[in-house]
Nanobody, 125 residues
Framework: QVHLVESGGGLVQAGDSLRLTCADS????????MGWFRQAPGKEREFVAA????????YYGDSVKGRFTISRDNANNTMYLQMNSLKPEDTAVYYC??????????????????WGQGTQVTISS
């Protein structure tokens, strides 16, 4: 059973960095495509980044490309999102997600079956 838990969110200033972690009490092994999404108040859930089962392929939303890096450690059932050069518009609840289907370059939330509860990221200007 997949049970995803995000951590690492918080309040930082514009230009700072944060590292989000997604851990699974069960096996986030190489069978699962993984991804990060975010949702700001009053907005739809937005694709942030995705990583293939092996970690060899990564994809990013246009708004975070060049600033965020997704990675995974299958041996330790963990996925990460390194966020640099943060902007106030990055403020949102960040969710990790998993699915057994192959990774997509521009997925929608419906392409993922398993979700964490989210972690708040707030960037002050």
């Amino acid at each position: 059973q997949v049970h995803l838990v995000e951590s690492g969110g918080g309040l930082v200033q514009a230009g700072d960095s944060l590292r989000l972690t997604c851990a699974d009490s069960g096996p986030i092994d190489s069978a699962y495509t993984m991804g990060w999404f975010r949702q700001a108040p009053g907005k739809e859930r937005e694709f942030v980044a995705a990583i293939s089962r092996s970690g060899g392929n990564t994809y990013y939303g246009d708004s975070v490309k060049g600033r965020f890096t997704i990675s995974r450690d299958n041996a330790n059932n963990t996925m990460y999102l390194q966020m640099n050069s943060l902007k106030p518009e990055d403020t949102a609840v960040y969710y990790c997600a998993a699915d057994l289907r192959p990774v997509l370059a521009r997925p929608s939330p419906t392409d993922y079956t398993y979700w964490g509860q989210g972690t708040q990221v707030t960037i002050s200007s």
